[in-house]
């Protein structure tokens, strides 16, 4: 059964990547605001980073960012790095265990992949209703940065809006796509992982 990709209320989008520092938190929030306004509100980011706390102990956080991606309509990862983050490749397979559309992110120009034509490890490649977007923002950087921008923050700006653009293509494929789960299956399989996580 194919999903249209006009929801009434638009989409809740979980953005997974990693959030140790600045530049991640920053790209998060700037990755999100793009999309948010490259698809005129019809994918509703849902950021981690954004995610109210009750405390900051491990498995309150943990259990807090699961909930969140379980409820969302779709999930984008960012695979960036020499190797992928860990939590986004756990928070990836648990997407897939409930049939979440996807799109796996590589905005990073190194390559670190094996024998797929993605760059990244063959374990994560290769899953239904999940696309994925391999973008040099190196190269669309320094092509803005030759047109004489003054400021690279706005530089900055402008490459998000095009790594966005080309996300929403991607998930409206994902999205578009055949479930894997009906809705019988999907809730069972919900079940378990929160029954499996201790949710």
Same mark, same amino acid.
Not at 12 to 36: C, P, Q, R, W
Not at 87 to 97: P, Y
């Given at each position: 059964?194919?999903? $249209?990709?006009?929801?009434?209320?638009?989409? $809740? =989008? &979980?953005?997974?990547?990693?959030?140790?520092?600045?530049?991640?938190?920053?790209?998060?929030?700037?990755?999100?605001?793009?999309?948010?306004?490259?698809?005129?509100?019809?994918?509703?980011?849902?950021?981690?980073?954004?995610?109210?706390?009750?405390?900051?102990?491990?498995?309150?956080?943990?259990?807090?960012? &699961?909930?969140?991606?379980?409820?969302?309509? *779709?999930?984008?990862?960012?695979?960036?790095?020499?190797?992928?983050?860990?939590?986004?490749?756990?928070?990836?397979?648990?997407?897939?265990?409930?049939?979440?559309?996807?799109?796996?992110?590589?905005?990073?120009?190194?390559?670190?992949?094996?024998?797929?034509?993605?760059?990244?490890?063959?374990?994560?490649?290769?899953?239904?209703? $999940?696309?994925?977007? =391999?973008?040099?923002?190196?190269?669309?950087?320094?092509? !803005?940065?030759?047109?004489?921008?003054?400021?690279?923050?706005?530089? $900055?700006?402008? =490459?998000?809006?095009?790594?966005? *653009?080309?996300?929403? !293509?991607?998930?409206?494929?994902?999205?578009?796509?055949?479930?894997?789960?009906? !809705?019988?299956?999907? *809730? !069972?399989?919900?079940?378990?992982?929160?029954?499996?996580?201790?949710?």
């Amino acid at each position: 059964m194919e999903e $249209t990709v006009n929801k009434e209320n638009g989409y $809740t =989008v &979980y953005l997974a990547g990693e959030l140790f520092d600045l530049k991640h938190i920053a790209g998060n929030a700037l990755l999100s605001e793009s999309l948010s306004a490259v698809s005129s509100g019809r994918y509703r980011p849902v950021l981690p980073q954004d995610l109210e706390l009750p405390s900051l102990e491990a498995k309150v956080i943990r259990d807090i960012d &699961y909930a969140a991606l379980l409820g969302c309509d *779709a999930a984008i990862f960012q695979f960036d790095g020499s190797d992928l983050d860990s939590g986004t490749v756990a928070e990836f397979m648990t997407a897939k265990f409930v049939d979440i559309p996807s799109v796996l992110l590589r905005t990073d120009f190194r390559r670190s992949g094996d024998r797929n034509s993605n760059p990244w490890n063959l374990m994560c490649d290769s899953f239904p209703r $999940t696309e994925s977007l =391999v973008v040099d923002t190196m190269v669309l950087y320094s092509k !803005e940065m030759e047109k004489g921008w003054m400021l690279a923050s706005e530089v $900055t700006k402008v =490459v998000a809006y095009q790594v966005a *653009a080309q996300l929403v !293509e991607k998930l409206d494929t994902a999205i578009g796509t055949s479930v894997v789960l009906d !809705e019988k299956e999907n *809730a !069972e399989a919900r079940r378990l992982i929160r029954k499996t996580y201790d949710l």
